[in-house]
């Protein structure tokens, strides 16, 4: 079956309506006109291709190796503001073309733990801050229970709040770890700005991030070093919303955290 196809709105509309007509059986696009395949050439003659001159190395002209370009992007930035300018000008990521908001983080950059999640879902995505939904909301009374808040202006009783990936991959799916790999010099620079004592990676996608190595459930509650500084990977409130037994040994953690930080 066949659709026609006129498609001039935004990226979402486009597809939520691509969807919906693959989910109706659509299975061929046809054209506002006609088009006779029987009176098509095998292959158009391809014209000459012009020998481009070399183009000077820049950032935006390196797409085949998107790590170094991303670390060409990070590296200056010598406060959070440039950093979430350079975040917001990099267009090598995929997701970025899907999202409504680039989500670079929240908190206080004065804060001794940072907390790296994995990256936004649809709430986070509206509103452009991390941990916003259901989990977040988790979060911050799990959080709450050891004393420590994003909206604390006191160093020593605050939260700063980021993401591994600052846009929202599609239907939520996992990042892979080429896009994994290409935001974490971006990560690298966020974390040393910040300067945390501690970190608390929750879930599989900063554990791997950070350590290389995935296993959130055997991992978590094991201190272990990342970038320098203390980690603590513990499993994600989404996890504990689906698994509410799990609470327990999230409740371990963030006591060794209390204890970590006295
Ligand atoms: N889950 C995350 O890991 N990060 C968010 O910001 C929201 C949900």
């Known amino acids: 079956m066949g659709i026609a196809l006129n498609i001039a709105e935004d990226w979402h509309a486009a597809l939520a309506a691509l969807t919906w007509q ?10 506002d006109a006609p088009v006779n395949r029987y009176g098509l050439v095998a292959e158009a003659p391809k ?19 998107p790590v170094a370009a991303a670390r060409a992007t990070a590296g200056p930035a010598t406060s959070l503001e440039a950093l979430r300018e350079a975040i917001a000008r990099f267009d090598l990521c ?3 073309k899907g999202a409504r908001n680039t989500v670079f983080a929240d908190g206080n950059p004065q804060a001794r733990v940072l907390i790296l999640g994995e990256a936004p879902g649809a709430e986070e995505d509206r509103e452009g801050r991390p941990f916003v939904g259901r989990a977040g909301q988790l ?12 909206t604390s202006p006191d160093a020593e009783s605050a939260l700063y709040i980021t993401n591994v990936m600052p846009w929202r991959p599609p239907a939520n799916r996992d ?15 966020h974390i040393a700005l910040v300067d945390p004592q501690v970190i608390v990676a929750v879930g599989n996608t900063p554990l791997f991030a950070l350590t290389g190595t995935k296993g959130i459930l055997r991992a978590r509650g094991n201190w272990g070093q990342a970038l320098g500084k203390p980690l603590l990977p513990m499993t ?26 006295r």
Not at 23 to 30: L, P, S, T
Not at 175 to 189: K, V, Y
């Open 236 to 261: 994600h409130p989404a996890y504990l919303l689906r698994n509410p037994a799990a609470k327990r040994e999230a409740w371990a953690d963030l006591l060794s955290l209390q204890a970590r930080l």
């Open 175 to 189: 990042p892979d770890p080429a896009e994994i790999a290409m935001m974490l010099p971006f990560i690298e620079r």
């Open 22 to 31: 693959v989910e109706a059986g659509a299975d061929e696009v046809m054209l």
């Open 94 to 96: 995929e997701l970025k």
């Open 47 to 65: 014209p000459p291709v012009a020998k481009a001159a070399p183009l000077p190395v820049t950032e935006l002209q390196a797409p085949s190796d």
């Open 139 to 150: 979060l911050d009374r799990m959080f709450a229970a050891i004393g420590l808040s994003r």
